[in-house]
């Protein structure tokens, strides 16, 4: 698996960026900075170190920009690539056809964390070269494969952009928990089998939600909306036929726990850590987004069955259905 791109923040994605275009064009390259119409481009001004080519490589201004995405996508998807006036590529070549005519601009490389395949790289750099007014050599479209080279290359590329994870915003992956969202979705529309479940010793989820900052409102809303589902989820995990989905579940988890620790140490109650979760999840992903609910249902279940959250040794019991 590659290095999670989409799990950065901006302005991690802009210094990893500026790295990678380091080893294409040479040390020169200088950080992102806001220009005066708002846009954040980093440049390179000289002769390129062999790039594209040593026989041609780039001369003069070559400003890059990177555009980064916290899901998962395409070059020649509509909202990014696409040929309406809102997507980004329109948006961006506006902004760099600016900087040509200002003689501020001889070559262009768009780094984003998306795929490129060669006909979506074919057609955009003819569409960016006309409208910014360049020859095609001189626009370049960097994707995730070119970040990957970027690392075989130098595997230090994020120690030396200064990337530390706990720097960054509350991000999680919604990769595994999507599977485990779609096999507990299944489940729920056939009869689940009756497993013998025994109560263990955790939190109670009034001492959880002091320890958490979860106020009471919507702790009390949370149990309202989705108390009858705990003990199905609990079920579905604890039948040794699901083992593959509970491993899945343990470790998003672990990832999900670590990941708010260094976010609550900003202070945010756990009302807003759990709305941020729910939030970054079903927007990632399709399927999580077309079930929100359970989506939010299990995000809770973890937080009441003491999975994530700070937690104390006292016992809470799922409520038994009548």
Not at 87 to 116: F, H, M, P, Q
Not at 196 to 225: F, I
Request: overall charge negative.
């Amino acid at each position: 698996m590659g290095y999670p791109y989409e799990d950065l923040a901006e302005t991690q994605f802009e210094a990893l960026v500026v790295q990678a275009a380091k080893l294409l064009l040479g040390k020169g390259v200088q950080g992102f900075a806001l220009g005066v119409d708002g846009g954040r481009d980093a440049r390179f001004e000289g002769i390129a170190d062999g790039f594209p080519s040593y026989a041609r490589p780039w001369t003069g201004i070559s400003i890059i920009q990177a555009k980064h995405t916290m899901s998962y996508g395409y070059f020649n998807d509509p909202d990014f690539g696409g040929d309406a006036q809102t997507s980004v590529v329109s948006i961006e070549v506006k902004r760099a056809r600016k900087l040509r005519l200002a003689g501020k601009l001889d070559n262009y490389l768009l780094y984003s964390n998306r795929y490129l395949t060669a006909n979506a790289n074919e057609k955009l750099i003819g569409t960016i070269s006309t409208s910014i007014g360049v020859p095609e050599e001189c626009v370049r479209l960097c994707g995730i494969e070119a970040l990957d080279e970027a690392f075989r290359l130098e595997p230090r590329l994020a120690d030396l952009a200064g990337i530390n994870p706990l720097d960054g915003p509350l991000i999680v992956s919604s990769r595994e928990l999507a599977e485990v969202v779609e096999a507990i979705s299944i489940s729920l529309n056939e009869k689940l089998p009756s497993i013998q479940t025994h109560p263990v010793n955790r939190t109670s989820l009034n001492e959880k939600n002091d320890l958490n900052s979860m106020s009471q409102e919507t702790s009390d809303r949370l149990m309202k909306n989705y108390s009858h589902l705990l003990r199905q989820i609990k079920e579905f995990l604890a039948d040794p036929g699901n083992s593959k989905y509970r491993d899945m579940y343990d470790s998003c988890a672990e990832d999900f726990d670590l990941k708010i620790v260094a976010y609550k140490e900003e202070r945010h109650s756990f009302d807003k850590v759990f709305s941020q979760i729910v939030e970054l999840l079903t927007k990632r992903d399709s399927l999580l987004g077309r079930n929100r609910r359970l989506t939010r249902a299990i995000v809770f279940y973890m937080y009441w069955n003491c999975d994530i959250g700070e937690t104390e040794e006292k016992s809470d019991v799922i409520p038994v259905e009548a």
